[in-house]
């Protein structure tokens, strides 16, 4: 992998300034400035994998990076549910637990509660933790083929992790490092943050590019199989005809 790359490639484009600069202003905008901007980090991904340059995507076609930031945040949430889960176990315990020691004189059900809320949350943490490391495989493999049906397909996700799991566990362990390098942005007077975030997605899309070019070689479609074709009813199949008999 070229690691140092991934930190420094976009200052290699003509127009790396303007481009910085309206993602970072982009990201202001609340809720759908995130949309745009995923989608744009997805083309960025693409763009590796392909080896295009520029690698950094013009900024135009701003509906379709709307769309797909959209379908990719859904792809997310399903993997954030066992998350959503427990924060809602967690939060119907220590409410119980909370009621139950109100009722009383005795403080162990407090402390019960204190208890129970320490051992949810680490479990949360945990639970959090692995999602963010497999996470950035069905991201991949959507900036790829734009079929929000890979997010549940957990048994591809495990198979691209398998392929080349080195690269891929570098890069999640950089994109932290540029994330926490990201937060030194907020020295600028809270303003530089907005850009060195961009920047820290930037990298998370060429770091994972990177991996994907090298999980699916050229006319390797086993890795990411494409999603079944939507022309046909499902069911419906063609059968042949025989031909009609000869005279």
Known sequence: MEVGKSFTYMFEDKDWIAKIAIGGLITLIPVVGSLIVLGYVLRVVRNTRDDVTPILPEWNDIGDMLVKGFMAVLGLLIWS???????????????????????????????????????????MFIVALAISLFVYAPLTNFALNNQIATFWDFRGTWKYIQTNPGNYFIAFLLA??????AGFGI????????????????????????VARANTPPG????????????????????????????
């Open 81 to 123: 549910l066992p998350v959503i889960a427990l924060a809602c176990c967690t939060g119907l315990l220590v409410a119980a637990l909370g009621g139950a020691g109100a009722n009383s004189d005795d403080n162990s059900m407090a402390a019960l509660a204190g208890f129970v809320a320490l051992c949810m949350y680490g479990l």
């Open 176 to 181: 932290l490092v540029a994330n926490f390098i």
């Open 187 to 210: 020295i600028l007077c809270f303003i530089g943050v907005i850009f060195t975030s961009f920047w820290a997605m930037l990298v998370m899309g060429h770091l994972f590019g990177q």
């Open 220 to 247: 390797d479609p086993t890795l990411f199989p494409p999603a079944p074709p939507m022309d046909e009813p499902p069911g419906m199949m063609q059968i042949p005809m025989d031909p009609a008999p000869s005279a």
